[in-house]
């Protein structure tokens, strides 16, 4: 008899912890950092082109506790830079991502990890200074997301994210021969509500 009331008591102790943990890990949020972007194939477009360093910055809804989703909305600085005239491709994007998330809750450090689908909303394309030319370019892209970080205490989080582009940016004006996609990393600091 004693025991098993021990093992209620215990039972009892895990849903509170865990419904805690998932309250703390629901809500909106608002989300920052660096965007390390690249293109598949840069070797192959003219000049000497290299990964554009950027930002990203936006706002985030997480739902759900230990297993639950993620839906944002980041503007985010991508593609690539430097080249011959007119070579450089500076994108910039509204991305939305939408993801499946794995949380641990736990007093302190609680790690999660993510993946899911992204769109992605051209808001600017320059060219050296200039708008980029017309190459049929698709103005909404497609990428998966994959991600982990930590969730610190007073709803801080850090975390880092691989995007990986699916949609042919059709860059390259002297052939279609190869595909261009984005490839990004993310280093994000955010904040919950």
């Not at 839906?71 to 939305?96: F, I, K, P």
């Not at 993946?115 to 808001?123: C, D, K």
């Not at 880092?160 to 280093?187: A, I, P, Q, W």
Request: charged share 10%.
């Amino acid at each position: 008899m004693h025991r098993g009331l021990v093992s209620m008591a215990v039972a009892a102790a895990l849903v509170a912890g865990l419904a805690t943990g998932a309250h703390a890990q629901s809500g909106l949020g608002v989300k920052g950092g660096l965007a390390y972007s690249d293109v598949s194939n840069a070797g192959v477009l003219p000049g000497d082109l290299h990964s554009r360093t950027g930002y990203a910055v936006g706002l985030g809804y997480q739902g759900g506790g230990p297993l639950g989703i993620g839906l944002e909305a980041l503007y985010a600085e991508e593609g690539v830079t430097g080249g011959s005239t007119g070579q450089s491709r500076e994108l910039n994007y509204v991305n939305v991502p939408l993801y499946l998330r794995l949380g641990i809750p736990a007093p302190g450090l609680s790690p999660f990890v993510y993946a899911g689908p992204q769109a992605s909303f051209e808001v600017k394309c320059s060219a050296g200074g200039t708008s980029c030319p017309d190459t049929g370019r698709p103005k909404t892209t497609y990428a998966g997301v994959i991600g982990a970080g930590v969730r610190l205490a007073g709803g801080l989080t850090l975390e880092g994210r691989y995007v990986y582009g699916l949609t042919d940016l059709k860059l390259n004006t002297v052939t279609t021969s190869e595909n261009y996609k984005t490839r990004s990393f993310m280093v994000l600091l955010g904040l919950g509500f």
